[in-house]
Structures are given as C-alpha cells and as structure tokens.
C-alpha cells in the first residue's frame, strides 16, 4: 500500500488533493472546533475548503461534510487503513462523490447540498461546544446570511427560520442516514415560515 506523509511538509491542500487521487482513508482533526477526527475519503478539495464523504463506524459511506481547509490542523492516513478498505469493499461500498460540486463558499455550498438533500446541517461555531448542529431546509441565500427552516430532535419543523451568518459557520454536511430518516419522520412542512430570526446558540 502507498502511505502519503503527513500535510505539515506541504500543507493541508496538497495533502489531501493526494490522498483524494490515491483514494486513500483519512482522519482530519479541526482543533479548538470538534475534539474528535472526521474519518472518511477526500471527494474534493478546492483552495478554501474540503468535501468529505464521511465513513461511518459500520463501515458505509454516510453522507458529506464540508469544511474549511484554514480549520485543518491534523490530517493522517486512517490508522486503520487495511480494515477500512477491506471492510468499505465487503459492504460493497464505493466512494460516489456529487459531481462539479461548488467549493467556493459557503452560500455556494449550502445551495448545492441542498440541491442533493432535502435538509442540511449548518454547524456553527460556539465557544463553548466548538460546534452547535443545525438541521433544517434551506429557505433563501443572502449577502451575509443564509435562512434555514430548522427540525428539532423529535422531527418537529420549528415555524420559523434561522438566520446563520456566513463567518460564523464551521462546516456544511448533508445526506446522512440520520438526516435522512428525520426529514422522513417529520415530512414536508406545513406553510412558509414566519419572519427569520438571527441565529443564536442560546437555548430556546
């Protein structure tokens, strides 16, 4: 098997732009935003960010993860490369990542995901959690905004939307099996939202 070295030596881009060609098993570490490693394949990168098909612990591809690569402060090989691969290949699992999919920001990822999904999660950064997890329908793209009509835990449509500030986002993600079966549990919405409200990581 080809090991890739890790990104310090040349930075995160043209560490994950290899590991993406060799389509090799990763982890990537955010430090200070989420305590834990994103395990997963590199489906595409681009100057400004990074599109993960994440690698679930059943060992099937669940869903993406855009990040920043400026956030980026370890990425590695997954150290369990052998079994990742053989087991992703018994489950018959293959990377099938989204096709000319648009790193360029975070409106134009948050239209694209949500091109593909019926509902995003819009994870902002908190000082205290590092990242709080919105889940919702995208309803508009502004110039320092976007709005998202959220779904609670219970798969209940709150009757609002969110406003969520671009430079306060710390990842996009969207078609994950849990996503998924909550915009399921929870269907369509009944009507528009009421006026949005500017996000807060306050409790309701």
Known sequence: MTNIVKFKARGPRAYLREAQEQSIPVRVKRDGIDPGWVHGMIADVSAEFVLISEIS???????????????????????????????????????????????????????????????????????????????????????????????????????????????????????TSYMQTLYRVAGEPSGPPQEPRLHSTDPR
Request: net charge negative; no cysteine.
């Open 57 to 175: 612990d059943s060992m099937r591809f669940d869903g993406f993860l855009v990040i920043a690569l400026g956030d980026v402060s370890h990425a590695e090989e997954d150290p369990s490369r052998e079994f990742v691969e053989k087991a992703l290949a018994l489950n018959g699992e293959t990377l099938k990542a989204p096709p000319n999919f648009p790193l360029e920001n975070w409106a134009t990822v948050a239209r694209a995901a949500s091109d593909l999904a019926p509902v995003i999660s819009v994870n902002m950064l908190d000082e205290e959690s590092g990242e709080a997890s919105y889940i919702g329908k995208l309803e508009n793209l502004g110039p320092e905004v976007l709005s998202l009509r959220e779904i609670d835990p219970n798969a209940r449509w709150y009757p609002d939307a969110g406003d969520y500030e671009y430079g306060d986002i710390g990842s996009i993600g969207f078609g």
